[in-house]
């Protein structure tokens, strides 16, 4: 049964940059898609961007091109970074594995418990 | 970006009613579009994916349907454990999801 355990660090000053980490227990990175998804009281669920297992990544481009994303197969877990954070970018970010069938992506099936980000100086 | 209107964004509800709740997209989806239960403090579960596929291990209460625009969860028989929010997101690149919606005790 795969699990997801986000971390990272709770306060971040404004202009620094968020980095965060997905620790992946139950399964290869390698077998699938992932996704970073974050929430705040102001945007709801928010994507910010997926990954294959093959490591091309897809950000969301309102977040102009301040997020990197990348994995590490002999640590199996997965990164984000987001540069030049502001209070805009305070929320829950979470990790998540994605369902697809052929070539589409269908679904967030199995997600991490969250980790809090809060953007203060 | 595809916008995602999701109604009614708050809705009072006894435990063995039929819930539904409405998604509709900005334009066209085809089927790629989930839905989530979310309760406070935890993440989004996923119960229906492609519109209309029950995710494993979810009660058959949960249905979706709908396909194009215009989406809808139902919950056959609300039981207590369903009193949460609902979220629906589309998979055309950018994701985005809907506005939620509470589903509270009447």
């Known amino acids: 049964q795969v699990q997801l355990q986000e971390s990272g660090p709770g306060l971040v000053k404004p202009s620094e940059t968020l980095s965060l980490t997905c620790s992946v227990s139950g399964d290869s990175i390698r077998n699938y898609y992932w996704s970073w998804i974050r929430q705040s009281p102001a945007k709801g669920l928010d994507f910010i961007g997926y990954f294959s297992h093959g490591g091309s990544t897809f950000s969301n481009p309102s977040l102009n091109s301040r997020v990197t994303m990348s994995m590490d197969t002999s640590e199996n877990q997965l990164s984000l970074k987001v540069t030049s954070v502001t209070a805009a970018d305070t929320g829950i970010y979470y990790c998540?594995?994605?369902?697809?069938?052929?070539?589409?992506?269908?679904?967030?099936?199995?997600w991490g418990h969250g980790t809090t980000v809060s953007v203060s100086s | 970006d595809i916008q995602m209107t999701q109604f009614p964004s708050t809705l009072s509800a006894s435990v063995g009613d039929r819930v539904t709740i409405t998604c509709r997209a900005s334009q066209e989806i085809y089927s790629f579009l989930a839905w989530y239960q979310q309760k406070p403090g935890k993440a989004p579960k996923l119960l229906i994916y492609r519109a209309s596929t029950l995710q494993s291990g979810v009660p058959s209460r949960f249905s979706g349907s709908g396909s194009g625009t215009e989406f809808t969860l139902t919950i056959s028989s609300l039981e207590p454990d369903d009193f949460a929010s609902y979220y629906c997101?589309?998979?055309?690149?950018?994701?985005?999801f809907g506005q939620g919606t509470k589903v509270e005790i009447k």
């Open positions: 997101q589309q998979f055309n690149f950018p994701w985005t």
């Open positions: 998540a594995r994605v369902i697809v069938l052929g070539p589409q992506l269908h679904g967030l099936d199995v």
